[in-house]
């Protein structure tokens, strides 16, 4: 795995997000392509974690719930990007201290971020689709919790210990904020699939009702996938 | 293996059994979602101000079995210090194993310093 820094965009780079209309026999995705024109770091180190008890034990795991400033579903969403910023993208890693915990994603809230193809959807506590501190360092957070959030995007986490002990776990979530223009044609769009542009699949290409900006919606364009290339 | 994922054992032990629980643990079995807890060290010491001594014991999964045992003998009010490394452990408790001791005599301080794999 790539540390989160590798991952992230330059000013001037372009990438397109890819978004599932159908993925049943012909897969068609909404691709939305963009220039960053400005990176702005996001740090943010999270402190407010619930304490959660030992391996085995009931209250070793969470809900899934959004990040807030005062705990996991408690204060602002630190991750919510206000109306007045359409063109406003969050890309980062999540650093996690100590390494025993796991963190298991969704976004937007209620479609779990999974790997499997399991038919049950993953729950806080499974053997399955989570990363650690281990494979996501705190101090430096690693692809593997690469995530992408923009306005109309939500993003909530679930936690669980894997230790021998209670912990009061921290995360830190590293990697930048993008002010974005949006390129306007489907031609626009095809030119980029031929370099190889960055395509980002937020939360995977299986189907999942998600919401965009007013203003992303007139420069979205409908694409099989065997045309993104 | 960081400092991070470290944690100590801290206990009195004394002609009772007692469970070797990391602190902030709820447990001295090894978690069944992981291989084994390796100690690195051990620190003893007699309170009783009479000879001790303090054995280790590690019992099967159901917890009554004892699977082996060890002895650290201590003279009045001594202070036995076993340290490794974090890669080189001394004692290895597989997972679902119990960490327990007793001692001969009143009561010994005992500190454990390992991490669970």
Redesign the interface.
Same mark, same amino acid.
């Given at each position: 795995m790539k540390p989160i820094s590798e991952v992230l965009l330059r000013e001037g780079e372009d990438f397109v997000i890819a978004l599932p209309i159908t993925t049943r026999r012909t897969t068609e995705i909404a691709l939305a392509g963009f220039r960053v024109l400005r990176k702005h770091p996001l740090v943010y180190t999270w402190t407010s974690a619930p304490t959660l008890e030992p391996y085995g034990s009931e209250d070793a795991t969470t809900d899934f719930n959004y990040i807030g400033e005062n705990g996991l579903g408690e204060g602002d969403d630190i991750f919510e990007i206000p109306e007045e910023y359409p063109w406003r993208i969050y890309h980062f890693g999540i650093g996690i201290r100590p390494s025993d915990i796991a963190v298991y994603r969704a976004f937007p809230a209620g479609y779990t971020a999974e790997g499997f193809a399991f038919k049950v959807p993953v729950k806080p506590g499974d053997k399955r689709d989570f990363f650690t501190g281990a494979e996501s360092p705190y101090d430096n957070p690693t692809s593997i919790s690469e995530t992408v959030v923009f306005y109309k995007m939500s993003f909530t986490i679930a936690l669980a210990n894997f230790g021998a002990q209670a912990v009061k776990p921290t995360l830190k979530f590293l990697g930048a904020a993008y002010d974005v223009a949006m390129y306007r044609s489907k031609a626009d769009l095809e030119t980029l699939l031929s370099r190889n542009v960055r395509v980002i699949t937020v939360g995977g290409l299986r189907e999942f009702p998600w919401s965009i900006p007013e203003e992303w919606k007139p420069n979205v364009f409908r694409f099989k996938f065997h045309e993104v290339r | 293996m !960081?400092p991070? &994922?470290t944690?100590e054992i801290i206990a009195t032990v004394g002609t009772s059994e007692a469970n070797l629980t @990391? $602190?902030?643990?709820?447990?001295s079995q $090894? @978690?069944? &979602? !992981?291989f084994a807890?390796k100690i690195y060290a051990i620190i003893a010491t007699d309170t009783s101000g009479s000879a001790n001594t303090l054995t280790i014991r590690v019992y099967q999964s159901d917890g009554s079995t004892l699977d082996r045992s060890f002895d650290i003998k201590l003279s009045a009010n001594e202070t036995k210090t076993i340290i490794s490394k974090p890669d080189a452990p001394i004692l290895t408790v597989y997972a679902g194993e119990y960490l327990k001791a007793i001692a001969s005599g009143a009561s010994v301080s005992l500190v454990m310093v390992g991490y669970?794999l």
């Open positions: - | !960081k991070e &994922n944690f @990391p $602190v902030h643990g709820s447990s $090894v @978690p069944t &979602n !992981k807890r669970d």
